[in-house]
């Protein structure tokens, strides 16, 4: 029996995979069937883990400078901070192997604790940027720029591991007896305990370096005089466009390469560059000739954008109606205003009324808004007859005798009054008779300049005994 045991425990020991380092726990093979005894009693105290190193700070960006460039020597540092290395990681604490009892158990020594991984290092800064204006490339050769970025710190080094414990005594035996010495029942037996070694912690992973910074970049102005922000869009009331109009711009940049090669020898900075081509400015300006009063309008909004063949195009409010035309002077648009109304003033017909009867029928309404010797109107109308009375309940046996457009000699307009001779359409005289119940409904197709809109209402009526 104790060859057995002895025989399988070097058997398991020899199936231990050798060298293993990276795993984050060692991986060991149950072996415990080879030990009598389910169970195995530790004894001692198992050590602390290291701790985590601290990671490094990381480098600070150096600031962007914008300078004028007269052919003076300029010399710039404009290097970004270097990070900081991160801490190495803490060693761990051994553990403590107090004497391996004498008892009928099975025991396993402490195991080793793993070593504290490494701080990362810290990123390095970006290297800051700079803006020249230059009207003379030349003046760029006298002009030494460090733009660098910060090297990444170093990554701290992982703490060291504690090994494990050994057993004193490997393997031990204890004598159980029962029954009275010199009896017939007396029995001793022996069994077999053993004790393994605890396992060695792992050292600690080493941090990761930090990144590098990015250099800083160059951009190129061919002037004299700080450049304008770009306003390709505005919201402008038209009091503002017609007092004193407003400026539209967008400046125009290309990608180039070799930044290096511009400036002074040895200058460090990223090889692209940005170069201003081009600023366009368009001017826009709003030129009143309507009769209406151009108060009623000041306050209201025009959106404007510069589009990309460097035209303005104006977006007007929905609710305003205006004709008018544009003209360009050298780069400035001129919106000239004939007529405006509000698009309200298009739908503002009524008072509608049936006069007269046969073929002097006549059907009247206002135009509230009186603007219709701006908005040209074509009428739609369905006459429909009941031989009830259509003023006061709802009727459902309508019938219709005409139903289409109303030619234009039939409407007559005077001031702000419409007529339309219902009498001198196609209508049966049998259904103009006085006392018929009638419903006309109405469409009114409206339009102004480029403007549409329409308008339905109805007139429920008899048809009147008098002729006015």
């Known amino acids: 029996m104790r060859r057995f045991g002895q025989l399988s425990f070097l058997l398991c020991l020899?199936?231990?995979?050798?060298?293993?380092?990276?795993a984050p726990k060692p991986v060991t093979p149950n072996c415990d069937w080879i030990v009598q005894g389910a169970n195995r009693r530790p004894f001692g105290t198992t050590g602390e883990m290291g701790k985590t190193g601290e990671?490094?700070?990381?480098?600070?960006?150096?600031?962007?400078v914008t300078i004028f460039a007269d052919g003076s020597p300029v010399t710039l540092n404009l290097a970004g901070k270097n990070g900081e290395s991160g801490q190495a990681g803490g060693n761990a604490i051994s553990p403590n192997c107090s004497n391996q009892p004498n008892v009928a158990e099975n025991l396993v020594a402490p195991d080793g604790s793993n070593g504290g991984n490494g701080g990362n290092g810290g990123d390095g800064g970006n290297g800051g940027s700079i803006?020249?204006?230059a009207t003379n490339a030349a003046f760029l050769r006298n002009i030494l720029v460090n733009a660098a970025g910060g090297k990444g710190g170093q990554g701290g080094q992982g703490g060291l591991a504690s090994e494990g414990c050994n057993c004193s005594k490997s393997y031990w035996t204890v004598e159980s007896c029962s029954g009275d010495r010199g009896s017939s029942d007396f029995r001793c037996t022996t069994k077999e305990f053993r004790c393994?070694?605890?396992?060695?912690?792992?050292?600690?992973?080493?941090?990761?370096?930090?990144?590098?910074?990015?250099?800083g970049r160059l951009t190129l102005l061919n002037l004299n005089k700080p450049l304008e922000p770009d306003r390709p869009s505005a919201s402008v009331t038209m009091g503002t466009l017609k007092d004193q109009g407003v400026i539209l711009s967008r400046n125009r940049w290309e990608t180039r390469r070799g930044a290096q090669q511009l400036l002074a020898p040895g200058s460090v900075i990223e090889d692209e560059y940005q170069f201003l081509t081009e600023r366009l400015e368009r001017g826009y300006l709003l030129v009143w000739n309507a009769p209406q009063s151009f108060s009623n309008f000041a306050n209201r909004n025009l959106t404007l954008s510069l589009d990309d063949q460097q035209e303005i195009q104006a977006t007007l409010p929905p609710d305003l109606w205006i004709e008018a035309t544009t003209q360009k002077r050298n780069n400035v648009t001129e919106f000239l205003v004939y007529n405006a109304i509000w698009a309200s003033d298009a739908t503002r017909l009524g008072n509608a009324t049936l006069l007269g009867n046969g073929q002097a029928l006549r059907l009247t309404f206002v135009d509230q808004a009186n603007q219709s010797n701006l908005i040209a109107t074509k009428f739609q109308i369905k006459y429909n007859i009941t031989r009830s009375d259509p003023r006061f309940r709802p009727v459902s046996d309508y019938s219709t005798k005409y139903s289409g457009e109303v030619p234009d000699d039939l409407v007559t307009l005077?001031?702000?009054?419409?007529?339309?001779?219902?009498?001198?359409?196609?209508?049966?005289?049998?259904?103009?008779k006085p006392g018929l119940g009638v419903e006309v409904e109405v469409v009114a197709n409206r339009s102004f300049s480029n403007y549409s809109t329409s308008q339905k209402f109805y007139v429920r009526d008899l048809i009147s005994r008098t002729t006015r």
């Open 14 to 22: 020899l199936a231990l995979p050798q060298g293993l380092q990276a």
């Open 55 to 64: 990671p490094g700070q990381n480098g600070v960006d150096a600031d962007n």
């Open 131 to 133: 803006s020249i204006y």
């Open 196 to 215: 393994s070694n605890g396992r060695n912690g792992i050292n600690g992973t080493p941090g990761l370096s930090g990144r590098d910074g990015q250099p």
């Open 414 to 432: 005077k001031g702000d009054r419409f007529t339309i001779n219902l009498g001198k359409l196609p209508i049966p005289e049998e259904y103009l």
